[in-house]
């Protein structure tokens, strides 16, 4: 790819980028959040059409221009979406198979796909009956589910955005060795992801893209973490976790004796006897291996359990509470950003004035009427005090960079700050730089005496932000862990 340059109304996202992979080669491609990685992608995978920009594109060094994803997997490109393209209530086999179905006078071979999208599952070492549903599959498999589904097509160039953003350290292992297993069979692959520790472990070669532009290109081996932050952000990150030290108040938030049953599986707990108090001014992390219970301890406090609360207490400010409900939490002062901003965190179709303002409507209400104005000017000061960046208010949040939304996300409960914040993997998805910038925003929040509940699956993160962290496995609190002090080491042997 060769002086690509793309354009949006009022903005230029790509501004003459150069970008070149070899065959058998995994080529990282970072930056940060609107740096123009995507933009690049979507222009090699067809999704903006060979008229939509300028610059060229060679592939075997002939000229290729694509006008449709189809011309771009005719010649064997492939790209996977962190949303993932599968469709949930069909099995796994013809999700792999999805338009591209075995068959004979209109009749689909069963058999065959089944038996061929065994095949390729266990090739890989991917433990999955392939006629089960994606939807009672677990997101790491389905990312697993959707890479075959690429591979199937016999893709010469493969576009990873993202790939362990949902999976667990297992399957992260098991996808790198796919991916070593296809660079010895000469597949091409680029590799977009914040995590750079991966980014330096896995990959050949590493561009960085800044504002639309290419920074710098560089092979793996004459590059250090610190090198790659300085290119994407233009600047020295000399403090990644800027801890701040607080004296605590009171206690704020009580669980006690919390337990939550499945409501498939009788008899099993998904929380089981769960206790702990949050300080105001304090961050209480929560680590724990996927599927520990992180997720389902934060959407239960705030009223939207995954199974049936079977016992237990919440106390906020020593008054107890009966919470059955997200606007029963809310009313107590409770507020919760979940891991998917896209699907439970914000509305995408909708401006980032009404995203903002929605939780809290009615502070620009009287007798039934929003005063417009009030609404704008109060979305217009959250905008500005977190930096958040957007052409204009009206713009909707589908058009935003990761960083942003999940600021926007954040916003929406900063106008009326709550007592207790619960932030479910408050970062994932976002670059360095935007998560030094909630990591501040935390702190700010801790200044003000919110009590804030944090899990991460990011261990680096939680030892450096958290005051305490409590270690979760099979629902069961099995570690507590004062901060600084503790160590990586300290929280896997209680989480394993």
């Not at 061929?116 to 589910?145: H, M, P, W």
């Not at 070593?180 to 990959?203: C, F, N, P, Q, W």
């Not at 009171?250 to 669980?255: A, D, E, S, T």
């Not at 030892?463 to 409590?470: H, P, Q």
Request: negative net charge; glycine residues 10%; proline residues 3%.
């Amino acid at each position: 790819m060769h002086s690509i340059s793309k354009d949006f109304p009022g903005v230029r996202a790509l501004d003459k980028v150069d970008f070149h992979i070899q065959a058998g080669e995994i080529h990282a491609l970072v930056g940060e959040n609107g740096a123009g990685k995507s933009t690049l992608m979507k222009i090699l995978c067809g999704i903006y059409p060979y008229e939509e920009f300028s610059g060229d594109i060679k592939i075997n060094g002939r000229d290729a221009g694509f006008f449709s994803i189809r011309d771009a997997e005719k010649a064997g490109i492939s790209i996977i979406h962190q949303d993932l393209a599968l469709v949930k209530y069909l099995t796994a086999a013809e999700n792999i198979f999805l338009g591209d179905e075995p068959g004979h006078m209109g009749f689909i071979d069963w058999d065959f796909m089944f038996g061929s999208a065994q095949k390729l599952v266990d090739e890989f070492g991917i433990d999955l009956d392939v006629r089960t549903e994606i939807n009672k599959i677990g997101i790491g498999k389905q990312q697993l589910v959707e890479i075959v589904k690429a591979l199937r097509k016999k893709s010469r160039i493969l576009v990873l955005d993202e790939p362990t953003a949902a999976l667990s350290e297992q399957e992260t292992r098991l996808l790198f060795s796919i991916m070593a297993e296809l660079r010895k069979k000469g597949t091409s692959m680029v590799y977009i992801s914040h995590k750079l520790d991966e980014v330096l472990a896995i990959s050949d070669r590493v561009t960085v893209l800044r504002d639309g532009k290419t920074i710098s290109s560089d092979n793996v081996s004459n590059l250090t973490r610190e090198k790659i932050i300085k290119d994407m952000v233009g600047r020295e990150l000399k403090d990644m976790y800027p801890r701040i030290s607080f004296k605590t108040g009171n206690p704020m938030l009580f669980v006690e004796n919390f337990s939550v049953e499945d409501i498939e599986i009788k008899g099993r707990k998904i929380l089981d006897n769960i206790s702990f108090q949050v300080n105001e001014g304090e961050v209480l992390g929560i680590s724990g291996l996927m599927g520990a219970g992180r997720s389902e301890l934060l959407f239960s406090i705030f009223g939207s359990s995954p199974g049936r609360i079977v016992d237990g207490n919440i106390y906020i400010n020593g008054s107890r509470l009966d919470i059955h409900s997200p606007l029963d939490a809310v009313r107590a002062g409770l507020a919760l950003v979940t891991e998917d901003r896209k699907n439970s965190g914000l509305v995408m179709g909708l401006p980032v004035l009404q995203n903002i303002s929605m939780v809290h409507l009615d502070r620009f209400c009287y007798m039934g009427f929003i005063n417009e104005a009030l609404e704008y000017n109060r979305c217009s000061d959250m905008v500005k005090q977190l930096n958040i960046r957007a052409p204009s208010l009206y713009v909707e949040v589908e058009n935003l960079s990761g960083g942003n939304q999940q600021k926007v996300a954040l916003g929406k409960w900063l106008l009326k700050p709550p007592k207790v914040f619960l932030l479910d993997e408050p970062t994932r998805g976002i670059d360095v730089g935007a998560k030094v910038e909630i990591y501040k925003l935390i702190n700010e929040l801790k200044r003000q005496g919110t009590a804030i509940l944090m899990a991460s699956s990011e261990l680096p993160e939680i030892l450096g932000i958290a005051d305490r962290i409590i270690v979760l496995r099979e629902g069961k609190i099995t570690g507590e862990f004062h901060c600084p002090g503790a160590t990586q080491e300290q929280i896997m042997e209680a989480a394993a």
